[in-house]
């Protein structure tokens, strides 16, 4: 695995270490916070699907957002990367508020997410789609397009970059296969490699192993802890147990729209609320999960 | 008439001024659609405002036709935006709505009393073409192919009017070719798959949708303007919604995302209304079609037309130059 194509990255070596010191109640403050959000509130009609008092994502960590079906999961990613409004509350990346931006403004200042349905630009080749994520092109502009000769160089340092990525992740030799060929499992690491060609410096997952197969799996993970290594921080939905545990630094409960729980796995695992929440102890209300599968 | 005359009549059709007419608008269709996925159900509306900016200028107003060409630009300029700043940021649907209302609604305007003195209403409004003829360069007299049955000819006017709009269609078709091979065609590309994803990209997709209403519109203009130059006289009943259908088949028989696709198809188009004109009233001549006659044989050539679309998108639905494997992908 290279990570070359990272080198221009400043690495925050384990700086998911930092972590040691946060307590694990909810809300909890962490030393170097690159995401950070409070009050945030979205409702759907009477149903409230995300009621977030105070949530902080440390800088160069694995972060987990778990919880049962409904927690409203999807619509916190949506509102965090301005995808969906919230209706109130504020949130801040890098230290700047995002308050108002929307999902393309967001997407530029570095925070970059992926979907729970994998959108696989389907009729653009492999490599459309990385060149497709790169930052600034002169030629993406109407009237620069009409100018070959000025953004011909940055085109070929972008396929440069982009061949890069595709060998790191294995799809090198379907470079010029339209993205409609690749299997499911393929699409996922497309997504990903995509996703890190616009050069992110947060990057948000929405069930990334969803549908993959086990060996697949593996080498997600792999990918997913390699970009830790590199000093991207990762958010990420998951359902998975095994693998939420194995690769998390912190864990985020989301239970009924509010965070029940953070913490390193072994306090989530032995945490009472969490196992309720997932058990269905906590009655539900009902209509509860309607907003999450609405999207 | 024997087969050799049809063909000859269809290859007329096929390559005269209509054609090339419905070809430049068909190529504004074609970024629309082919290229960015915007369903514009109102391509007519943007051949309305294009026809009556020039008709406007040159006979309400006595003013260069080239100003009026210029008004037509603005004219889809300022539609297009009217279209999209509503409905971009919305569902792909509302836009294909709203197309086909405001284009039927700008026809109703248009042809209003109220809007007589400046439209001419109901009636029209005719020597629209301004100094147009009097620039052709081509002396008079009859050009083409004259070799007994298969016989094609043009008059010096036509040809002219041939080579102005062939010409525009080639200029337009070499700037389609241009953008779509450029990371600006590969965005709109992106958009019409999935614009989601691209707008996780960090792209402004409201801003690129919006160019390519913008400019497909112009190129729909632009062939309203041909057709007002053309016909020497514009009026507001030949920009009924059909004529949006007619393009969405051209451009669906040359092939969809292709940058000749809508050329080919509105030539393949022509050449089979034709071609079919003439067999059928062949047909009809010889006594084997009793019972139809007269205006009934238009509807029928129309409708062996649509037979034969409908067999097209079952056999071969990427159309002409289209590329199947593209066609067949699943797209979610």
Known sequence: ?295 | MDFIQILAEATRTAIGPIAAIYALAAIGLNLHFGYTGLLNFGQVGFMLVGAYGVAVTTSTYELPLLLGVLVSIGCAFVLALLLGLPTLRLRADYLAISTIAVAEVGRLIYRSTVAQDITGGVYGLQQVAGDFYAWNPFPSGSYGIDAGAFSITFSARDVWVMTVAWAVVLLASLAMYVLTHSPWGRVIKGIREDEDAVRALGKNVFAYKMQSLVLGGVFGALAGALMAINQQTVHPDAFMPQVTFYLWAMLLLGGAGRTLGPVIGAIGMWFLLTMFDGLLRDVSAMGLLPGIAGGELGALRHAVVGLALVLLIVYRPQGLIGNRKEMLVNVK
């Open chain 1, 1 to 295: 695995m290279s990570s070359e194509s990272m080198a221009g990255r400043m690495p925050a070596p384990e700086s998911h270490d930092r972590l040691s010191g946060v307590s694990p109640v909810p809300g909890a403050a962490k030393p170097d916070p690159v995401l950070r959000a409070s009050g945030v509130r979205r409702s759907f009609g009477g149903l409230t699907a995300v009621d977030v008092e105070h949530l902080e994502v440390q800088r160069g960590t694995i972060t987990a957002l778990i919880g049962p079906n409904g927690a409203g999961k999807s619509t916190l990613f949506n509102v965090l990367t301005g995808f969906d409004r919230m209706d109130s509350g504020v949130s801040a990346f890098q230290g700047r508020s995002l308050r108002g931006l929307s999902g393309h403004r967001v997407a530029r200042r570095g925070l970059v997410r992926t979907f729970q349905l994998t959108k696989a630009l389907t009729r653009l080749t492999v490599m459309e789609n990385m060149l497709l994520a790169a930052r600034g092109q002169t030629g993406e502009r109407m009237v620069g397009a009409f100018a070959p000769w000025i953004w011909r160089g940055q085109e070929a340092a972008n396929r440069e970059r982009a061949e890069a990525l595709l060998e790191r992740f294995r799809l090198a030799h379907m470079r010029d296969e339209i993205a409609g060929s690749l299997s499911g499992g393929q699409r996922k690491l497309l997504e990903m490699a995509r996703a890190l060609m616009s050069e992110p410096t947060m990057i948000m997952l929405d069930e990334p192993m969803a549908g993959v197969n086990p060996v697949l799996v593996q080498s997600l993970l792999e990918h997913i802890t390699s970009l830790r290594d590199e000093g991207v921080s990762v958010l990420f939905v998951e359902h998975d147990m095994d693998v939420i545990m194995g690769i998390s630094d912190w864990i985020v409960v989301l239970a009924e729209g509010r965070v029940i729980a953070e913490g390193r796995p072994d306090d989530i695992r032995s945490n009472q609320q969490v196992i309720d929440a997932y058990l269905g102890t906590q009655h539900d209300e009902p209509g509860a999960g309607g907003a999450e599968e609405g999207r």
